[in-house]
């Protein structure tokens, strides 16, 4: 199933061996550190899927060949949301406080939480439109354009891993 990678024992991870950056589709790979490993997990302990030759895994991790810009790019980008996250929130929570006596204690509640979920729903957006303007795929569309980690997800595979 799993043909296109070396294991790596060491790491214990599936490395591509694929040389083509899957992100911008026209670099080449010139290091290993650069690749995107995207773990998953076997939700059904009892089930654990045989991938590689007899072994058996519960978890795996699967590189996406990646080069040294497209790292650069998705790193920064991160960076950058993050940042804008951090000044614009903690504004937000401070009007909230400010005008507590006129919310109420319901709505302010509801404005904390929906904050909060602003903010890291907002910071991710943020992220993929950072990528975006590079013209190179954001890690969620490489996770989901990779026909090995789709194929073992329809094997039973998740991208979560599974709560205890
Ligand atoms: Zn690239």
Redesign the pocket.
């Known amino acids: 199933m799993i043909n296109n990678y070396i294991f790596n024992e060491y790491e214990k991870r599936f490395e591509p061996k694929e040389t083509t ?1 899957a ?2 589709e ?2 080449q790979i010139k290091n290993m550190k650069d690749t995107h490993f995207v773990a998953l997990y076997v939700t059904d302990d009892r089930t654990n899927l045989i991938v590689y030759r007899s072994v058996k895994y519960s978890t795996l991790l699967i590189g996406i060949p ?2 040294a ?2 790292r650069e790019i998705h790193d920064k980008s991160v960076v950058k949301s993050r940042l804008i996250t951090w000044m614009i929130v903690p504004v937000l929570m401070g009007l909230l406080f400010y005008y507590i006596s006129v919310l109420g204690v319901f709505l302010f509640i509801a404005g904390f939480f929906a904050i909060v979920t602003g903010g890291f729903y907002g910071s991710h957006k943020l992220t993929q439109f950072f990528v975006a303007k590079e013209n ?1 795929y954001n890690l969620q569309d490489g996770t989901d354009n990779d026909r090995v980690i789709q194929n073992l997800i329809l094997d039973g595979w998740s991208l979560n891993q599974p709560s205890a």
Do not use: T
Request: with cysteine; proline share 0%; net charge neutral.
């Open positions: 950056c992100y911008c026209e670099s990646r080069c810009s497209c190179i």
